[in-house]
Structure formats: structure tokens, C-alpha cells
């Protein structure tokens, strides 16, 4: 379980007290994805890591984003290269819609193809009433969050062909928000409807696009936006009484992105410890 602990945004994942299991020796590939390559934002710890390694070892070459945490996002690569896949990261500010173009277009570049897209990347702050939020994170969770994947599908799009995959990461907080967190609530209700029009939309071009929602699971988001109070009893109030570790995440990923998902589109699936998604 986790420690009362904190750090300053973006958090890493070395400082974490339990560090958090990315299925680094656990995970075990059976070529789920091989041949294909993948963008996975916000891929440098959590459950963007988490996926990571999982598709590495399924056969997929990765590139993730990051912000600004380096030796969490090398370690992300030394993962999938050990796993006998390219591996790349791109450092850099998702709000930027340039630089969300650039992420897509330096990835085809560096692996010849784009075959799956996971928009990961996430913010979160916690404040008590309205008016405590400042206008500026406001905007920024929303850039963050939700525009940046607007972006980021707008620039894959014309790379990608029949049989592609965009995975969207968002939450049990859709449909069951948190008061501390509105900001934050209000774009994983829009990652779910953006998913789900999406879908609708690039069906007849085969296409497919789907949501996953996380409930409470031990990642450097915690300790970096939480009170210490609240980080030490994070997740005991799923019915399983924990948080997920990333690695828990992983599979729902690569079965999303794998070809024997080939009618699953539009779907939001829920990985919650048992937290109703309706």
C-alpha cells in the first residue's frame, strides 16, 4: 500500500514508496503485435510505462512522449529495447499543438509506420472549491488532457490504415467525479464522448478507437498532485481495497490494440477494482 509521501509535479517514479510494478518481470509477450508501432503519450512512467513494455514484448516498436522527467522516460526505453524493439522518446509540452504534430511525424519517421496510438498523458491538481483553481490551470489541464488528443489523432489520421488503433486513457472520474478534482473530471467525461464519436466516425475506414477507465492506480500523479494524507490511503475505497499498479492496466492496452479486437469499437472498459463505470 502506499506511504504518506509527496513530491512536486510532474513527480518521478524512483521516489515512490512502493515504486510501482510496470509487469517489468512479470510481463510476458506471445507476439500479439508484431510488425506493428505504436505512440504511447505520457510513456515515460505509470501506465503509459506499463503499456509500453507490454507492447514491446507483444512484437510492437514503441515512441513514447514525455514532458520533462528524462531518467524515467530512458528507463521506458531501456525496457522496450530489452524486449528487442526500436525504442524512442520524444521530450516536449503536449499543450503545444505544434509540438503534438511533430511527436507524429518524428514517429513515423523513426519507425516507418503508425499503427496504434494510446493519448495517456495526463494532469491533475486537487483544490477544495472553485475559486481556488487558477485560470491558467484550468486551461492547461484542458490542453493537457483533452486537446492534445484532438491534435494528436488529427495529425496520426492520415498515416494511419484499415486495422489501426487509438486507445484513449480515461477515467472512473467520466462518470463518478471527484469534487477536488473538476478541472481534471470534466476531460476524462470528454476523452469518453470524444472516444466513442470518434469511433463512429473512422468505422467505415477501419479504424478503430476505444477508451479505458482507470480506477485510483499507483502512479507518480499521486504523490504529485495528492495531500500526503489522502496518497497514504489512495484506492482503499474500491471494493478490492488498493490501488491498481500499472502493470494491472497493461493487458486491457494490448488487447485493444491487437487484431483479435478487430469488432471491438466504441467500447469504454473499465479497470476499477470493482468501482462501477455506467
Known sequence: MPTDQQQQPPGTTAEMRPVPDHGEESYRGSGRLAGKAAVITGGDSGIGRAVAIAFAREGADVVISYL?????AEETVHWVEDAGRKGVAIRGDLTDPEHCRNVIARAHDEVDRLDILVNNAAMQRVYQSLEEIPDEEWDRTLATNLSAMFHLCKAALPRMTSGASIINSSSVNSDTPSPGLLAYDVTKAGIANFSAALAQLLGPRGIRVNSVAPGPVWTPLIPSTMPAGKVASFGENTPLGRPGQPAELAPVYVLLASDEAGYISGA?????????VL
Open 68 to 72: 520533462e522527467e528524462d531518467e524515467d
Open 268 to 276: 469504454r472498459v473499465a479497470v476499477t477494482g470493482g468501482r462501477p
